[in-house]
Structures are given as C-alpha cells and as structure tokens.
C-alpha cells in the first residue's frame, strides 16, 4: 500500500516517514450517506507519518525515531478498535478519512518536542484505494 511520497514542497530536503496500521470503526454523517457507509462499518487504518527538514539534527538524524514511535503507539492506543464517532475530537463532526489524517497531523505537531522537522505530512489509508492526508509547517 506504501506508495512513493517524495514531497515537492522541499527540493534537496530529507524526508523520513513510518507508517503503522490498525482497525478502527467509524460512520458517516453528511450528507445522509447510504449503506455501508452510513452505518457502523470497519477499516484496516495505515497511518503515515513523513517528515521533511532541509538540514539534518545535531546528531545526524531528521528526527527522533523513538519520540515518534512511541507517539504512534499513543495515536494507535487512542483509535484502535474505537467508534471515530464517539471521540470528542469528532463530535458534531463528519469521521471523513479527510478530517482523521488532520487530527492525527495536529496531534503529532503538538506532541512532537524534537525541533528538528521543517514539516509533517500525515497520509491515511482507507483501504487498498484510498487515502487522505493533512501537511503541515512544524
């Protein structure tokens, strides 16, 4: 499913990206879909996470590959076998694949402490076909 996500935005740049996969559960809201995708149905989540700098770290790294490891074992505890719509992070909001890659490309802004990356691209695959993604400036 991982597919060549070379991203134009940096020319020259280092890029690194991990990727990790789960089931979660979710149903759309608007505007009044049909089955399945209206009712409660599941999804082999793969969730991507790239990152872009121009330069590398003091140490020779892009970024610090343990912090987000253990950053994607949090994002995999929270969603996991979980009902996106019971989350408050998507109440009154429609669970898209759209909307869950910027939850997850927020979350990963926020708890990233490693000043390093220039810029973060979250990519979620839905299934074998699709995927959406959120980038953003770090």
């Not at 810029?119 to 979620?124: A, N």
């Amino acid at each position: 499913m991982p597919t060549d996500t070379t991203s134009d935005a940096h020319d020259g740049a280092y890029e690194l990206m991990v990727e990790r996969a789960f089931i979660a559960q979710h149903y759309l809201t608007v505007p009044d879909p049909e089955p399945p995708e209206g009712e409660v149905h599941s999804h082999r989540f793969t969730l991507e996470v790239e990152f872009v700098a121009d330069e590398l770290g003091e140490y020779g790294y892009l970024v610090d590959i343990t912090e987000v490891e253990a950053l994607l074992d949090d994002v995999e505890a929270r969603y996991r076998d979980a009902l996106l719509n019971d989350l408050p992070e998507f109440e009154g909001r429609n669970p898209s694949v759209e909307r869950f890659a910027a939850v997850v490309c927020d979350r990963f802004c926020e708890a990233l402490s490693d000043g390093n990356p220039d810029g973060v691209t979250v990519r979620i695959w839905e299934d074998d076909l699709a995927w959406a993604s959120r980038r953003r400036a770090i």
